[in-house]
């Protein structure tokens, strides 16, 4: 597709279940970011892959949290063990290289009961 | 602690007229700006940037004023249309685009 692809669009959960979000980035961008926004708040910085480097990890904000770029291109955001202050919406972007506008998905709403 | 602050939660203006979100910022650090648009049930998208050496970028109907010394920032849109109706979120930046720091949104709605 030509745009940022997440899924699932929206996802219900459980607390104490895991959950892996999806996100396709446009064809050969090099670098990938996951943010979150929890509601009245701006987006928070999670994690950044840039090509082959290490990424970057620092906005993760607990263990539960993990993140792979598969072949420099899909890449899921795991979540253990989820509970409710986890919901807000995960949005993913793209960018052709790491100081480049990004492109976002749509996002995904994640909602944990 | 907010380094980028967005004041208002929503504003509301009438069509035809000028809009003016503000943005002011706490880190002297920050050297790239930049303003997004986000539709409900869709991504932020891009809307125009701004760099520290410069105190206006225009494009089009928008325009985005940087007053440094009141670590200050400010869009403009003129004339407002009913599809700018939108959340827009300011966001900041040191070296690197990865560290954006965004603020927390102005809702604006355009009345017909």
């Known amino acids: 597709g030509a745009g940022v692809s997440q899924s699932p669009s929206n996802k219900v959960t459980e607390k104490g279940k895991d959950v892996e979000l999806r996100c396709d980035p446009i064809?050969?961008?090099?670098?990938l970011y996951w943010y979150r926004q929890s509601l009245g708040q701006g987006l928070e910085f999670l994690i950044y892959?840039?090509?082959?480097?290490?990424?970057?990890k620092s906005g993760l904000p607990s263990d539960r949290f993990s993140a792979e770029r598969t072949g420099g291109s899909v890449s899921t955001l795991t979540i253990q063990r989820t509970q409710q202050e986890d919901s807000a919406v995960y949005l993913c972007?793209?960018?052709?290289?790491?100081?480049?506008?990004?492109?976002f998905g749509s996002g995904t709403q994640l909602s944990v009961l | 602690d907010q380094q980028v602050k967005q004041n208002s939660p929503s504003l509301s203006v009438q069509e035809g007229r000028i809009s003016i979100l503000n943005c002011d910022y706490t880190?002297?650090?920050?050297?790239?700006f930049l303003w997004y648009k986000k539709y409900p049930a869709e991504g932020p998208t891009f809307l125009i940037s701004?760099?520290?050496i410069k105190d206006k970028n225009e494009d089009g109907r928008f325009t985005v004023f940087l007053n440094k010394s009141a670590k200050h920032l400010s869009l403009h849109i003129v004339p407002s249309q009913p599809g700018d109706s939108a959340v827009y979120f300011c966001?900041?930046?040191?070296?690197?685009?990865?560290?954006?720091?965004w603020g927390a949104g102005t809702k604006l709605i355009i009345k017909p």
């Open positions: 966001a900041a930046s040191g070296d690197s685009n990865y560290q954006l720091i």
């Open positions: 064809s050969g961008h090099t670098a």
């Open positions: 892959f840039q090509g082959n480097s290490a990424p970057d």
């Open positions: 972007a793209s960018s052709r290289d790491y100081n480049e506008k990004l492109f």
């Open positions: 701004i760099s520290s």
């Open positions: 880190n002297s650090m920050f050297d790239y």
